[in-house]
């Protein structure tokens, strides 16, 4: 299934790529992310806990920048993983362009996500929420962590909270709903008659 999300960075395209650059202080931006370890050859090791409805998730797996083209600020990463206690896999390839808007930074993020076990049961939609809210925790994660940097400050304490089911449960249950209202009341708005 292929998601797309998109967001803003107040900072400079070129700040911002050189941002992602810094792999470690990425994942630290991703909720429920765990980096451990950098095995060399731009792959690296971790975990990505992620709550779906009842069920929370924990995957174990590794991840790959597969292209990184300064020119086109473009990145292609590859990961995968398997659920800790066996109930499911996910398989994902990312691609992130950053293009410049204003005075800061469009991102915009493709995800083509391959899921099976207990993960794939939840529908597109839940699944499309769950990402939008996670990519706008990222994002504001992230735009904490380029302006520290910016400043000189630490960000030894700027890592993303683990995800919070309640929290993220909450928000696709908003945008579920929301889509729901725009399908079914919308549409049927009377038209002015003469």
Do not use: H
Request: charged letters at 25%; hydrophobic letters at 40%.
């Amino acid at each position: 299934m292929r998601i797309g999300n998109e967001f803003e960075v107040g900072q400079s395209v070129d700040r911002v790529w050189e941002f992602f650059g810094d792999v470690p202080g990425v994942a630290a931006c991703l909720p429920g992310a765990d980096l451990t370890e950098e095995l060399g050859d731009d792959t690296y090791g971790g975990t990505v806990g992620v709550r779906m409805g009842p069920v929370r998730m924990e995957f174990k797996g590794r991840a790959k920048i597969l292209e990184r083209d300064d020119a086109a600020k473009r990145m292609v990463i590859d990961a995968s993983g398997s659920d800790l206690k066996g109930r499911g896999q996910a398989a994902m390839t990312v691609t992130a362009v950053l293009t410049p808007a204003g005075r800061g930074t469009r991102v915009r993020m493709e995800q083509d996500l391959q899921l099976s076990g207990a993960a794939a049961q939840y529908g597109r939609g839940m699944i499309s929420d769950v990402t939008t809210v996670l990519m706008g925790q990222f994002a504001d994660n992230a735009q904490r962590r380029i302006d520290a940097l910016e400043r000189g400050e630490s960000v030894d304490a700027l890592t993303a909270k683990p995800a919070s089911g309640l929290s993220i449960g909450l928000q696709a249950m908003r945008m579920a709903l929301l889509r729901v209202f725009r399908r079914f009341f919308l549409p049927y708005q009377p038209t002015p008659t003469s």
